[in-house]
């Protein structure tokens, strides 16, 4: 018997060793050293002195060509898990032909934390948390630790290091783990990297790569060009299947407008393919340069109904301390709140920035109604405040510690009162009398709200979770049918999405800020568009629709304040309600 069960292991090791296919490649000219090809020279150095992934140790290789000059900075090459690809001899040949422009290679290996006694425990191995993980922290060590230490390098015939600022001159390259590293630098710093190649990518659940091809898809295109490798024979485990997950990457990457290549096989879980190939990516990732990679045109319906093309975020103002409360007046004239300072600011129709004459009372949230009155939630004295044309303040409401405002054409004023992230929130009801009504308790930092366009649905961030609620608002003014309506995306390092101001379109669509941006969500609370803002010191906290036909969306993200034209106008609570067009189900 046993006997049997040996010549049985033995034949199903040999069906398997037979149905994976023997991978030969043949050889890129550009991967085989030549002579008369000047050679780049390789130096190494240790880098223990992380302060983004603390008590860390790595290794890092740098490649310098042998055309590079000191006094012209050069194009760079990043790559996850050293040397790979035979990357040497290809910058040598391509550079010498012309085929790339003069790029230093910096080759880095992941970090780990030594063990204090070697031969009783193991290192700490870094690899998965630094390389599988999105957010930003990767593109962080490179841009802010480790390039600033190689630049303090010279040759071994005294050049100094100098590397190209421009993410146009920047490329980043990986295998496996370190594929998914550098497509997520690329992806949280397009500033900084925009070209990417990537073999064998880890585009699964290791630590939430999977959400890729959705996030593609939802997206504001960015300017990255990527080049994408795999074989039909790589893992299927327990995390997914990398072929598939590599092909629906790249259908993601096409949809979504990018400036994406590919190359299939049949091979497995190795760089046996990606080393074959890596001078053909290396051709194309810089083909056409120094022209810049550019944004391309999504298929997203959301994106193109709302995104005026080449347009960006232009800043309005900055220099604040954390602002807030962005309303607009029938004019179209947009008004914001400096918090801390009690400030507030006006932009005319002309685009200039002016501060009001007045103690705004630390008001965060503002609005204005179908009165002409410009209403504010004033923290300081824990008021709901009002201000006439000629800037005559009242009282509208006294004891209330409230977050954000919306005011109904009927008058009736809806405010959140947040209570810290554990405790429950409040949501209040001021009606035209002056009469304080409490319509609903329980939200986790209940934060931003409004109304949709017909003014028959109440829609309340809870900013400690990634849901937006949903009211039907009563006759009387009171709230039913109370609802988890709009879920958010969180992004990796955080725990909930912190979703704050939102606003509607006159189509119905819904803008919610958040810490990954906008995210627009359709009548049924779904995401189908993330517009990405400007980096500052923190998020963007609030927006609305403003200028003269209310297409123009500002934004406040807490020290600066930004604007950008829209195809569709925004919707007024002050105006009479409209009815948009039913959504597709």
Same mark, same amino acid.
């Given at each position: ?25 043949? /050889? ?91 031969? /009783? ?21 490179? =841009? ?26 920047? /490329? ?55 080049? =994408?490798?795999?074989? /039909? ?81 232009? =800043?309005? !103002? ?34 200039? =920035? ?10 965060? !949230? ?70 304080k009504v409490v319509v609903d308790e329980g939200l986790k930092f209940a934060n931003g709200l409004c109304l949709s366009p017909d003014q028959t649905q109440l829609y309340v961030t809870e900013s400690a979770s990634h849901w937006v609620w949903v009211y039907q608002i009563q006759a009387d003014g009171k709230l039913a049918y109370k609802q988890r309506f709009g879920w958010l995306h969180v992004r990796d390092i955080d ?21 990954? !941006? ?51 106008? !925004? ?15």
């Amino acid at each position: 018997m046993k006997n049997l069960i040996a010549s049985l292991l033995l034949l199903f090791s040999a069906l398997a060793v037979a149905q994976t296919p023997t991978e030969n490649y043949p /050889a890129d000219p550009a991967s085989v050293e030549k002579a008369g090809v000047p050679k780049g020279e390789i130096f190494s150095f240790t880098f223990d002195n992380s302060k983004i992934f603390p008590g860390t140790t790595r290794e890092v290789s740098v490649y310098v060509p042998a055309q590079y000059r000191a006094d012209k900075p050069a194009c760079v090459y990043v790559n996850q898990d050293g040397i790979q690809w035979k990357a040497p001899t290809v910058f040598d040949n391509l550079i010498h032909q012309k085929e790339m422009p003069i790029t230093i290679g910096i080759f880095i290996t992941p970090g780990k934390v030594k063990a204090a006694n070697p031969d /009783a425990a193991l290192d700490r191995f870094n690899r998965s948390f630094e390389y599988d993980g999105l957010g930003d922290n990767y593109a962080r060590l490179v =841009l802010e630790e480790i390039l600033p230490e190689v630049e303090k390098k010279k040759t071994s015939d005294g050049r100094a290091i100098k590397l190209s600022q421009s993410g146009n001159d920047r /490329a980043i390259g990986g295998s496996s783990s370190g594929a998914v590293c550098a497509f997520t630098a690329a992806w949280e710093r397009p500033d900084a990297f925009s070209r990417v190649f990537s073999a064998i990518g880890t585009y699964v659940n290791l630590r939430g790569a999977d959400r890729y091809p959705s996030l593609i898809r939802k997206y504001e295109p960015k300017p990255i060009r990527i080049f =994408l490798q795999d074989g /039909a024979n790589d893992l299927n485990i327990y995390a997914g299947d990398w072929w598939k997950a590599n092909e629906t990457m790249e259908r993601a990457l096409t949809f979504a407008g990018y400036e994406v290549n590919h190359v299939w096989g049949e091979g497995a879980h190795n760089g046996q393919h990606g080393t074959a190939v890596f001078p053909q990516a290396m051709r194309w990732l810089w083909k056409d340069y120094p022209k810049p990679v550019a944004k391309g045109v999504s298929k997203n319906d959301f994106l193109s109904a709302i995104l005026v093309e080449n347009t960006e975020w232009e =800043l309005v !103002g900055e220099g604040y301390t954390f602002n807030e409360g962005t309303a607009t007046n029938a004019q179209g004239e947009v008004f914001f709140q400096d918090i801390p300072t009690s400030k507030t600011y006006k932009v005319d129709l002309t685009g200039k =920035l002016t501060q009001l004459n007045l103690d705004a009372k630390k008001s965060s !949230g503002t609005a204005f109604g179908a009165d002409g009155k410009r209403y504010t939630v004033a923290g300081g004295t824990k008021q709901i405040l009002s201000y006439d044309a000629n800037g005559k303040e009242a009282i509208v409401a006294d004891s209330i510690s409230g977050n954000d405002i919306t005011v109904a054409k009927n008058g009736n004023i809806y405010i959140t009162s947040p209570d810290g992230r554990e405790k429950p929130s409040k949501l209040y009801l001021i009606r035209p009398t002056g009469e304080k009504v409490v319509v609903d308790e329980g939200l986790k930092f209940a934060n931003g709200l409004c109304l949709s366009p017909d003014q028959t649905q109440l829609y309340v961030t809870e900013s400690a979770s990634h849901w937006v609620w949903v009211y039907q608002i009563q006759a009387d003014g009171k709230l039913a049918y109370k609802q988890r309506f709009g879920w958010l995306h969180v992004r990796d390092i955080d725990e909930n999405a912190w979703s704050d101001g939102l606003k509607c379109d006159r189509d119905g669509r819904i803008y919610v800020s958040s810490l990954m !941006g906008i995210q627009v969500l359709d009548q049924l609370g779904r995401v189908n568009a993330i517009l990405p803002v400007p980096k500052t010191k923190g998020q963007v906290s609030n927006m609305c629709f403003g200028g003269k036909d209310f297409d123009t969306m500002y934004i406040t993200c807490h020290d600066k304040v930004y604007k950008r034209k829209f195809k569709v106008p !925004g919707v007024n609570a002050f105006e009479a309600p409209i009815k948009p067009k039913a959504p597709r189900l």
